[in-house]
């Protein structure tokens, strides 16, 4: 069944463009993600608001519904755009999948994907003076406003975020990859014009396909019908890796909300970079202390202390920050905190219990081993990769992890420091305060 | 549709196969000799290999055979303590192999599941291990009750499910559907081990379980364990649940709740009888999928006017849903006004229905399902999925695709128009006011 390599063939198309192949024909579907850089800045909310706009229409397909019919047409093809946040990178994603195989007619239908692919970034519909439509432009300036708003309705993930907007207060990081409510009055048809062109002619710019093709037919295929003509000279961007020490003293935030459980965020941080020789160790203390059933913080704040359903914590190699999350009943924050804390210490004192070493590295094989099924996985790995400035074998990033000692994890202990605790709930006292206001 | 004689010669002895219209996969399925229905999809090519053994049990089922009641959620606390074995816990068992290991409870079943990248045998030994009995004790039980009151107060403060609840609460009168499949901390209170394993003992006998497996595997491989594995002492049957008897009526025209949320949700549900046949079953889904697409899809006759009008967002979205004894259409927004979304979408579900389906619309809707079941194959998980689907439904392989094909447009208006006059409720999730900060 397997008759190609399934490797991933990089190519240079031009300035700031890379081509990434991966040839298949395990699946019958395939894949074409499109990710432009800029800087996480003063645009963030431009961009977002673009990459809904474009999603919108385009001169070909100039209704919601002209569009919809032609992904439909596609076999129901997925088309996503959105906008990311990778270390201090902003990126503009566009990704879509399509049937190409198993169906009538479905082989043909890589062009034509392709194709529409290319519209939809490079075409859209456009209004007076070049303009970006106005009446989808003030849509879905609307509706970025309402998806602003509702991101605190998910209130793990906004728990989340508000830790890291805390920690990394002053740094590009702080700014949510949507944007801000306040930037969307700016967010004019003819702005937006503005910024859409500015990033077609230089923003870097990844491309991914995998499908049922080889390198050189899809490297012809994306010259032809997605790339467009009138590429500058590339942006240089600030490098999407940024790390700084901890803050003297942790900070500590609680807001007050009527929810049924209470979500604890720990933020610690240690200037090690992604490329730093400690990254697989500060890997693996995240991983023994929270990265799955087998790690510290399950056995222990849940299984031992039934604290909790979820408990989990994740190394953020762009940043620099491990980031733990566990939701608890408001009663229990201080006593989940201290737990947290003394587990913490633990295996940052290089305590690696085995079974949650075995379990950490494990699972990571899993992981690994499981990319040369996931399209998604194996192109998110890639593109952090070439991010953050890795390798980006995950089989020798494996091999790094399996070298791990404990003398390596208690180096990064070393330098780990607590900088913002967040809790959002509300503690027993902290009600009854309010309360009586 | 059965494989051809060429095939079958090569099928596993105890085994038939069916072929997949579209993609020529051979699905096959067999039983053991104390009654597990196996189903497996060979996926030739695929690193990753994905099992799961399921009890038609679930949190419908709310009485044992002998007529005892039981706690409102235990099907689900049973899930829990499934995963301590008289070999310890099967977390660090497949934690130690780097499988991903988990389980769910629905309305009428609860899976137990692995994903592996290697020692497929082994993990697979350790699912069925699982299932044969329960090991508990009454200080695990209590230490588990903490855990899944977390659990039970995290999908509290998730709008979503509060929603969905609210609405099955207010379409149904007495059908158990209506109660929250986890139960709430007042219902899983009374639960002890010996309840736990009497319900053990009656709902996961070997005749009551189906395995379903995708993945490169060897299918006479995972027949012969299951028939070896999957034993009891004691003979059992499958469950044969009595008739659920419902009125046509709902109970409640509105339920609403007042959530720590920034925007409002609203979701309509419409309420009719359940299908009485394996056929009418496929027909009924299949038509009212795509009479539903055709309506509230993007760019449908709802959903396109509605959006362009900034009633609704893409948060807007319908599905149909059927079980034992229940069947319902569930359309879900988030809003600004509710009150003015109600008379909006009103009017244009007049306007909508003024007029036939035409044959393009339908042929669109059409390319769309058949597009999202080829994509099914491209993973072990969706693909067991489906074998599941296809087991607990009772059938055959190409009943769907022929359902689809044989759908005509008229077909898809009389069941757009029977749908929409059936019996309805709201489900109406609003902000608390402390909320809006």
């Known amino acids: 069944m397997q008759r190609r390599s399934d490797r991933l063939v990089t190519r240079r198309l031009g300035a700031g ?21 800029r800087d996480l800045g003063e645009e963030a909310t431009a961009t977002a608001v673009l990459s809904q706009v474009l999603r919108g229409a385009t001169e070909r397909h100039p209704t919601r519904e002209a569009l919809a019919e032609r992904l439909a047409d596609l076999y129901g093809a997925s088309l996503g755009l959105s906008t990311e946040r990778l270390g201090d990178r902003l990126l503009l994603a566009a990704t879509m999948e399509w049937p190409t195989a198993g169906l009538p007619g479905s082989r043909g239908l890589l062009r034509e994907g392709l194709r529409l692919m290319g519209e939809v970034l490079c075409h859209p519909k456009r209004g007076p003076g070049g303009a970006l439509d106005a009446e989808i432009t003030d849509t ?11 991101l605190r309705d998910d209130k793990g993930r906004y728990a989340a975020r508000r830790a890291l907007a805390i920690a990394c207060a002053g740094e590009p990081y702080a700014l949510s990859p949507e944007g801000r409510e306040e930037d969307l009055p700016g967010c004019t048809p003819a702005r937006l014009a503005e910024v859409h062109a500015a990033m077609l002619a230089h923003a870097p710019m990844e491309i991914f396909l995998v499908g049922d093709l080889d390198p050189e037919a899809a490297e012809r295929a994306v010259r032809r019908d997605l790339l467009w003509t009138g590429r500058g000279a590339p942006w240089r961007l600030p490098p999407a890796v940024n790390v700084r020490a901890a803050r003297a003293r942790p900070r500590r935030v609680v807001e007050h909300e009527q929810v049924a459980q209470g979500k604890l965020v720990l933020v610690f941080r240690a200037p090690i970079a992604a490329r730093d020789a400690r990254t697989p160790a500060a890997h693996t203390l995240a991983g023994v202390l929270g990265g799955g059933p087998y790690a510290r913080l399950f056995k222990v704040v849940r299984e031992t202390h039934g604290l909790c359903y979820y408990a989990n914590a994740l190394w953020n190699e762009a940043k620099g920050l491990l980031v733990i999350q566990v939701g608890i009943d408001p009663k229990n924050e201080a006593r989940a905190r201290r737990l947290i804390l003394a587990l913490t210490r633990e295996v ?21 081993a499981s990319l ?10 890639a593109h952090e990769a070439l991010t953050l400035g890795l390798d980006p074998s995950p089989q020798r990033f494996l091999a790094s992890l399996q070298r791990v000692r404990p ?19 509300a503690t027993p006292s902290r009600r009854v305060v309010r309360g009586h206001k | 549709m059965s494989v051809g004689a060429r095939t079958r010669a090569r099928l596993p002895a105890g085994m038939v196969g069916e072929r997949e219209p579209l993609t020529g996969r051979v699905a096959l399925r067999g039983r053991t000799p104390q009654g597990s229905e196996v189903r497996v999809l060979p996926m030739p090519g695929f690193t990753r290999a994905y099992a799961s053994v399921t009890t038609r049990y679930g949190s419908i089922d709310t009485h044992l055979p002998d007529g005892t009641e039981l706690p409102i959620g235990i099907a689900h606390f049973l899930e829990h303590k499934m995963f301590q074995t008289e070999a310890g816990d099967v977390f660090d068992l497949y934690s130690a192999r780097g499988a991903s290991a988990n389980a769910y409870t629905t309305f009428d079943h609860t899976s137990y599941l692995f994903s592996c990248s290697s020692r497929f045998e082994e993990n697979l030994d350790t699912l069925f291990d699982t299932m044969a009995s329960i090991t ?8 588990e009750k903490g855990i899944i009151g977390q659990e039970i107060a995290m999908y509290e403060d998730d709008p979503g499910w509060r929603g969905y609840f609210g609405l099955l609460g207010a379409l149904y009168r007495r059908h158990p559907v209506r109660l929250d499949i986890a139960g709430t901390a007042g219902t899983i209170a009374p639960i002890d081990p010996a309840l736990l394993r009497r319900t053990h003992a009656a709902y996961y006998h070997p005749a009551n379980l189906i ?3 995708a993945g490169d595997v060897d299918p006479a491989y995972v027949l012969a364990r299951a028939g070896e594995r ?7 049957q499958a469950l044969v649940r009595g008739p659920l008897s419902e009125p046509a009526a709902v109970a409640h025209k509105t339920a609403s709740v007042k959530l720590s949320i920034q925007r409002p949700r609203a979701l309509l549900g419409w309420k009719e009888d359940a299908p009485r046949s394996g056929p009418e079953r496929v027909y009924r889904e299949t038509a009212s999928v795509v009479a539903l697409d055709l309506l509230f899809g993007d760019g449908g006759r709802v959903e396109g006017p509605l959006y362009d009008a900034g009633v609704v967002d893409d948060t807007f979205g319908a599905s149909y849903e059927l079980g034992e004894g229940y069947a319902f259409a569930l359309l879900s927004a988030e809003v600004d006004d509710i009150a003015a979304y109600r008379r909006r979408l009103s009017e244009a579900l007049t306007q909508a229905c003024r007029t036939p389906f035409s044959a393009a619309e339908v042929e669109r809707s059409r390319r769309k399902l058949l597009g999202r079941h080829v994509r099914t194959f491209n993973a072990p998980e969706s693909s067991a999925q489906w074998l599941l689907d296809l087991a607990l439904d009772a059938t055959p392989v190409a009943a769907d695709i022929e359902a689809l094909a044989a759908l005509r447009p008229r077909d898809v208006t009389r069941r757009r128009d029977e749908l929409l006059a059936a019996p309805t409720a709201w489900s109406l999730l609003e902000p608390r006011r402390s909320a809006a900060r």
Request: proline share 2%; hydrophobic share 45%.
């Open chain 1, 348 to 368: 940052g004192r290089g305590t690696l219990e085995p079974e949650a070493l075995t379990g950490y590295r494990e699972a990571l094989a899993h992981r690994v």
């Open chain 2, 211 to 213: 395995v379903a497996v």
């Open chain 1, 17 to 37: 463009v890379r081509l990434h192949v991966l040839p298949t024909d395990r699946f019958t579907t395939s894949v074409c993600r499109v990710v432009l850089h």
């Open chain 2, 136 to 143: 508990t004790d009454l200080a695990a039980v209590e230490r």
């Open chain 1, 407 to 425: 003398a390596d994890v208690r180096a990064v202990g070393r330098s780990l420091k607590l900088d913002t605790v967040f809790f959002l709930g």
């Open chain 1, 140 to 150: 879905e300036r609307t509706n970025q406003a309402r998806a602003l708003r509702s």
């Open chain 1, 372 to 381: 040369a099924d996931s399209r998604g996985g194996a192109i998110a790995w």
């Open chain 2, 230 to 236: 999957l034993r009891v002492a004691h003979a059992g």
